[in-house]
Structures are given as structure tokens and as C-alpha cells.
């Protein structure tokens, strides 16, 4: 009897060790681009870290790119928050910190955007963390990013499209002129009052997607406008 209560602690005892290293080793993968739509020298170059993972864990280097293509960077995560420094040990990393993000659990393609911040801040720059798979973004449409403070209105050909401060919207459906392009323009509010931003001609995207960002210019205070092709959706 004695034998027989004490194989069933130990039973127990080993479940329970096996349960906490689980817990302790369970990761998740996640795919990564990373992109800037400004101009900062020496900031092409930066490590990523995982504070959740293994202290002696060095830092993985990427590349933030002004454009995309198929390099991406597939990261194992033991948490969901992420740090960017120009440092490639954990040792001092914080002082050096360019960026900092949590990527929520629902992403498993992320793609993201780095933005300058204010003077100020804890870190240099923030980031815009977009949903980066073909089922959220579809080929052949546009994802428009309303990256300022204020709304806006964004017009292709016949339909206009609202999207409010730190909002997006997809646009898939639109009507094409005779060379495939439709006419585009974009108006902000301000001081409640509708001004017109930006114009132009967009090219249909075909089987490709394009990512259309506005944001205001940190000179000008003015409303830019940057498109960038993804040349290789997955």
C-alpha cells in the first residue's frame, strides 16, 4: 500500500515538472517584415529580442527596408513583446533601444512599420503593427493607412472612402480607366474645414498589393502621401 501511494506522488510530482517546462518552452512563430517610409541614416541595421526568451539569447539582426519584397524574418516568440536595439546582447540593450511593440497572439504575419516619434519619448521611433497574410489583405487591392492625427477623405474615381486618425481601410473594388489607372485624390480635415492633400493616378494593382500610407510631413505639418508595391504577398 505504502509502494503504491508513493508511485502515485511521484506520478504526480513528474506530471508537474513536465506541465512547468512546457509551459516555460512554449513558443509561437511568427513571420516579420520590416519597413520605414522616412529618411534616418544609420538605422538600417538593428537587432530584434525576445525579453520573454533565454537571457544568453543574442538578439537576431534584421534590416528595416524602404521597400518589400520576399525576405522576411521568422521569429520564435516566448512572448508577445518585442525589442529593437542597435545592441546584439541583451546586456545594455535598454539604453539602446530603438523600438519597442507587443504583437498580438491572433498575428502569425506581421508587417512592420517604424515611425519617428516625438521629442520626448521613451524611444526613438514607434511601431504600426499591420496585418501582413493574403486572406487579411487580399492581391489586387489597396490598403490605405490614415497615419496622422486628423480624418481624412480618400476618393477613387466615383467612390469616396472615410478613414478616421490611426485607421485603415481596404479598397478592392474600383473602376479603372482605359490604361488601367484610377484617378485618386485625398482631403484632410482641419480646423473643420475639408481640404484637398494629395491627387494623382493610381495604377490597378494587378496581382500584387499596395500599401498607400498618409501621414503629415514632421516640417511641413502637411499630408504626405508614400505607396509602397508588395511585390511578394504570401
Known sequence: MKLYKFI????????SNVS???????????TLRHLVI??????KKLHLHDPAG???????PITVKKYLNHERSVVRLAGNKLIYTKASTRTGA?????????IPLSLDKALLLFLPTSEGSSH?????VINDSVKFFPRGA????????????????KDTFSIEASKHKIVSKFSVNSANHVE?????????KWSRAASGLWPHPGQKRVYQFFYRDAKSGRMVQKGIKDVSPE
Open 94 to 102: 535598454e539604453s539602446e533601444t530603438v523600438a519597442a511593440v507587443n
Open 54 to 60: 533565454k537571457p544568453e539569447q543574442a538578439g537576431i
Open 20 to 30: 512547468h517546462a512546457q509551459q516555460n518552452d512554449e513558443t509561437r512563430t511568427i
Open 142 to 157: 489597396y490598403s490605405c493607412y490614415n497615419l496622422s492625427s486628423l480624418p481624412m477623405r480618400l476618393k477613387l474615381g
Open 124 to 128: 526613438p521611433f514607434r511601431i504600426v
Open 184 to 192: 485618386m485624390f485625398t482631403f484632410v480635415k482641419y480646423s473643420n
Open 38 to 43: 522616412t529618411h534616418h541614416p544609420g538605422f
Open 8 to 15: 502515485i506522488i511521484l506520478l504526480t510530482v513528474m506530471g
